[in-house]
């Protein structure tokens, strides 16, 4: 088993505990509202969010993958911080044990926020992972970042 590392960061006009609380905190309810293509549906398996639950994710219309179960490993509201790991599901391509996502999100100078993403692709046995697999998971990441961005900025009450 390999682990393969990436790190990222995206930088938005929306302050850290606006843009936590609507991507994080409320994301299961607001993503498939705001991005129906990436997400049609979230359920708890295990647990309300708190670490230790685990979460069924099925992907909408014209996904390749149909769905993922993600395991809550930590969440601090007060330092805007979350790691998540994708534990089961065709995303994971039979090639991948598990993908653990930690972002935290900071303030910015101009009073928006620095989004910084570490993941770690746990491979199952010599499979190398791609750097065309990592850059397409990202810009659909950053596409769902952006499209909730929107949203706030739409509507400025919400959150």
Known sequence: MGVFTYESEVITAIP??????ACILDGDKLIP???PQAYKSVEYIQGNGEPGSIKKVTFGEGSQFEYM???????DEEHFAYTYSVIEG?????????????????AS?????VCKTTSKYY????FELKEEGIKAGKEKALGMFKA?????????DAY
């Open 33 to 35: 509202k705001v991005v």
């Open 90 to 106: 065709d995303a994971l391509m039979n090639k991948l044990e598990k993908i653990t996502y930690e972002m935290k999100m900071e």
């Open 148 to 156: 909730i961005e929107a949203y706030l900025q739409a509507n400025p």
């Open 123 to 126: 491979t199952i046995g010599d």
């Open 16 to 21: 850290p505990c606006k843009m936590f609380k």
């Open 109 to 113: 100078p101009d009073g928006g926020s």
């Open 69 to 75: 179960k993600q395991k809550v490993e930590a969440l």
